[in-house]
């Protein structure tokens, strides 16, 4: 039972890994084929289902400047681009940020029209509110996506994989944790692959990372007479 639990741990371990790896871009992906996908149907009258809440949204939100044909089409043309941006990974800044502006749009009639969006038998919300609310949910992954790819933000393990955490028990000295800090240097991709193989927790990783950049700038900081002086094998002179 206990190697029967150990594999088992195994097989979870390395499906969450995976999910750390690559989770987040699957949630971008999907986010963007949607904006994307619900963007083109604005381009066409008649065909979007939210074509009509979208107007009303849009002319209370510009005091009636707008007209219904142009609105769809801003709207529709944001959407694409949103959309565009998360499925090639480009010009994910601005993308970002012109989400949360189009999010905050899409939730805007729960303010601005809750009348027509809870019409229904004693205050149930209609197809409309219906459509709305489950918004949430793209709010919700926005939000994930943003968190995990803004300023180089990524999912990180806390804790090695089970079979590897015996490999950690040893002390490593700090040639070594520089070794592994400089080896992923530039690649966020190769540091999951790296504390995998280790057996090292990834907060553990950024945590030596930040020490190394620390040290290696207060370091920088001093004339260079005064650092001590190093021989080829790495050493200090003494």
Not at 102 to 110: C, E, H, N, S
Not at 225 to 236: F, K, L, T, Y
């Amino acid at each position: 039972m206990t190697r029967l639990h150990e594999r088992l741990l195994h097989v979870e371990d390395v499906i969450h890994f995976r999910l750390i790896v690559h989770s987040v871009a699957v949630l971008r992906i999907a986010l963007g084929a949607v904006f994307l996908a619900f963007g083109v149907l604005k381009y066409f009258p008649g065909v979007s289902p939210a074509e009509d809440l979208v107007d009303a949204t849009t002319q209370l939100l510009t005091f009636g400047l707008i007209g219904q044909e142009a609105s769809l089409v801003a709207v529709a043309t944001l959407e694409c681009f949103v959309g565009a941006c998360l499925l090639t990974g480009r010009f994910m800044r601005v993308a970002l940020w012109l989400m949360a502006l189009q999010l905050m749009g899409i939730m805007a009639p729960l303010v601005l029209l809750p009348g027509r969006l809870f019409a229904g038998p004693s205050g149930a919300p209609t197809l409309e509110g219906q459509y709305v609310l489950k918004d949430v949910i793209l709010v919700g992954a926005g939000m994930v996506v943003a968190a995990g790819t803004f300023r180089g933000g990524r999912l990180v393990r806390s804790d090695p994989s089970p079979p590897s955490r015996a490999r950690t028990q040893a002390s490593r000295d700090g040639a070594s944790k520089l070794g592994l800090v400089i080896e992923a240097a530039g690649d966020q991709r190769r540091i999951g692959e790296l504390c995998e193989r280790h057996g090292i927790s990834e907060s553990e990783f950024h945590d030596w990372r930040v020490i190394a950049r620390e040290g290696a700038a207060r370091s920088l900081e001093q004339p260079v007479s005064s650092r001590p002086a190093v021989s080829e094998r790495g050493g200090e002179q003494r």
